[in-house]
């Protein structure tokens, strides 16, 4: 499957981006979705993940409540809507497809099999 992210670009402090990801090559319901970013000089770091039908969702505790993943495998697509940033959300996120049995989602990076190539998203002050 390849996955094309998209969505991001330059907000305010306080203002939202709805990011974008894409699949071709593969049904995305066939996979989990991950959300990570990585800042400048930062390791990648995991935002959120859906599970292949939507029934399983996880957050990373720094964006719980501001941060709202969700799917739809008959578009092809998974969204990441982002409400009230700031600027330490600002990072290149990238979207990633898990291919495995589990019913839950990982927020572990290695577990996730496909990347997009990212986007920037820039927050400022």
């Known amino acids: 499957v390849q996955l094309q992210a998209s969505g991001g670009g330059l907000v305010q402090a306080g203002g939202s981006l709805r990011l974008s990801c894409v699949a071709s090559?593969?049904?995305?319901?066939?996979?989990?979705i991950g959300w990570f970013r990585q800042a400048p000089g930062k390791e990648r770091e995991f935002v959120a993940a859906?599970?292949?039908?939507?029934?399983?969702?996880e957050y990373e505790e720094s964006v719980r409540g501001r941060f709202t993943v969700s799917r739809d495998n008959g578009k092809h697509t998974a969204w990441l809507q982002m409400n009230r940033l700031v600027p330490e959300d600002t990072a290149v996120y990238y979207c990633?497809?898990?291919?495995?049995?589990?019913?839950?989602?990982?927020?572990?990076?290695?577990?996730?099999?496909?990347w997009g190539q990212g986007t920037l998203v820039t927050v400022s002050s």
């Open positions: 990633a497809a898990d291919v495995t049995y589990r019913v839950t989602v990982s927020s572990q990076s290695n577990e996730y099999d496909y």
């Open positions: 859906i599970s292949r039908t939507g029934s399983n969702i």
């Open positions: 090559g593969q049904t995305l319901g066939l996979y989990h």
